[in-house]
């Protein structure tokens, strides 16, 4: 590998990781938003937003960049190709911690128990998901991103146990929908980020292993 590859990738690297950390500050501002039923702070997720999809821009160019100039072979072309994937789900993310954030306002004034929903314990559970992905980035460790995968079935079956009780819900009292659906979009956008955080996880088994696991859907979490 030249010199000048060496760098490249190096600085392709802090890039990623520091969108990453973006992301993940957004995430943890969305949820916070939501449990205090914080509208300034919402608003500051929605405005950070901007900041994420330059961020996503400027990775892609720089992509383009390396492969046009250096024309990389093997491990350095799979990190290039997985690093082209993996910023576009973490641009995702930051899109799904803005329409989180947005139901702070119109949950200002609803109760809900946590044996209906219990939003942090599933925020918890994606928070995780994105902190371990991006930890196998880091250091290019495909049994930690595998293991991300094995969470990401937990997520689901939290949001199918609040989707069948909205579903029963809304029939017993339809006086609470409106705050039911509300929790419910909450769920799928939550359940949404834990997929790209997987998707961002089977990225570096592919960059380390050169395997593709991408659209299995049973992948084991060795």
Known sequence: MSTHLIQATERLKKSVVALGTMVEESFDDAVDAVVRRDAAQAAAVVAKDK????????????????????????ID???????LKLNRDLERIGDLAVNVAERAVPL?????????????????????????????LVELDAKRA?????????????????????????????????????????????????DHAANIAKDVVYMVEGEIVRHRTKVASA
């Open 51 to 74: 900041a994420i999809d330059r961020r996503e821009v400027e990775i892609e160019e720089e992509c383009l960049k390396m492969l046009a100039l250096y024309q990389p072979v093997a």
């Open 108 to 136: 200002a004034g609803a109760q809900w128990p946590a044996d209906v929903f219990d939003f942090e314990g599933m925020a918890g559970e994606v928070r995780t998901m994105l902190r371990q992905s991006l930890d196998a």
């Open 77 to 83: 072309l799979r990190f290039i190709v997985a690093v």
């Open 146 to 194: 595998r293991r991300v995968f094995a969470a990401d079935q937990t997520v689901d079956a939290m949001h199918q146990a609040l989707f069948e009780h909205v579903r029963d819900a809304a029939q017993a009292d339809p006086a609470q929908i409106e705050t039911l659906l509300h929790l419910l979009s909450i769920s799928r956008h939550l359940e949404r980020i834990a």
